[in-house]
Structure formats: structure tokens, C-alpha cells
């Protein structure tokens, strides 16, 4: 429990922490909490972290505290947690596949908030949009590294949880689809 609890909790502070630029850990927590933690957390631990870093990053970065063009995110989040959920009775091959996509996903989904929301000037055009998803190609870069790296640490934890614990999980991990 104390090691879930702590791999959380530094998901938090990690966004808080300068790192390299979209390499972070809120999809792989999404995903990951989506296929190993309860069903009753694996949706809302990995957006309450986001959801209470936002609080501080946001000022810090000139938005307004609750920035709502952001909700776009956070259902691509959820999206994330249920691909997770989906993916916690499969086979590896299924797994592994969802594992991938992820920073696709979310690449596709929060780059048409940008544009439908007109965080940057792009025209309300089909053209406009693949401006869009042309100039974030850099930043997706960094979420495939983040979310891949921080996918493999968390399951590597929480296999290292349930070979320490030798039976199961905490109230937090699921115990029978780990």
C-alpha cells in the first residue's frame, strides 16, 4: 500500500518538478491505474493528481486557476483510464497494444482541444486542425518517452508490491489483475 500510495504522490510532484518538456507521468498513472489499481480508484486517484497539480502549474504558466479549456485533457485522461480498465482482462498482446497507443491518444485528443478551443490561432479549417497536429509533433516526442518510461517504473513498482506482499494488493492495488 505505502509503495502505490508513494508512487502517486510522486506523480504529483514530479509535474511540479522542471523535467523535460511533456515527459510526464499522468497517462502512464491513467493507463496503469486503469488496469492495476480498484475500480474504485482507478479512475479518480490518477485525475485527482492532475487535477490538484493543475491548481499550482496552471498559475505558473499565466492560466486562471481552473482553466477550463483543459477539460478536453482530462476526458482524454479518463479515456486513457478506461482503455485501462479494458485492458486489465486481456492478454499481454492487448495490453501492450493499449500500453502504445496511449501517447497517441492522447496526442490526437488534447491537440484538438488547442485547436477547438483556440489556445493557439489556428483557422477553424480541416487544414487548420493538421496545422495543429503538425506543430505539436514535437511535443509528442516527449510524451511517448513519458508515458512509455512511466508505464514500465509503475508496473515494475507495483510487481515489486505483490512479490513483496506475497499475496495481494492494498485497498488501492487491485489484487486479482496484477
Not at 482507478?42 to 481552473?66: C, E, I, K, Q, S
Request: proline residues 5%.
Amino acid at each position: 500500500m505505502i509503495l502505490a500510495i508513494l508512487m502517486v504522490l510522486g506523480a504529483g510532484l514530479y509535474r511540479l518538478l522542471p523535467h523535460p518538456m511533456n515527459v510526464a507521468p499522468v497517462a502512464a498513472l491513467a493507463f496503469v491505474g486503469g488496469m492495476y489499481f480498484g475500480r474504485r480508484y482507478a479512475l479518480w486517484v490518477p485525475l485527482a493528481v492532475l487535477a490538484l497539480t493543475d491548481l499550482v502549474l496552471n498559475v505558473r504558466v499565466g492560466y486562471p486557476v481552473f482553466f477550463w479549456p483543459r477539460a478536453i485533457d482530462y476526458g482524454a485522461f479518463v479515456l486513457i483510464g478506461l482503455l485501462g480498465l479494458w485492458a486489465r482482462g486481456r492478454r499481454v498482446g492487448a495490453k501492450f497494444g493499449c500500453a502504445l497507443a496511449t501517447p497517441f491518444l492522447f496526442y490526437l485528443i488534447s491537440n484538438f482541444g488547442v485547436w477547438l478551443f483556440g489556445i493557439e490561432n489556428y483557422p477553424k479549417t480541416f487544414a487548420g486542425l493538421g496545422q495543429c497536429y503538425v506543430a505539436a509533433l514535437p511535443f509528442l516526442r516527449g510524451t511517448m518517452i513519458g508515458d512509455w518510461t512511466f508505464m514500465i517504473l509503475f508496473i515494475s513498482i507495483l510487481k515489486l508490491v505483490r512479490q513483496s506482499a506475497g499475496v495481494r494488493f492494498s485497498w488501492l492495488v487491485a489484487e486479482a489483475h496484477a
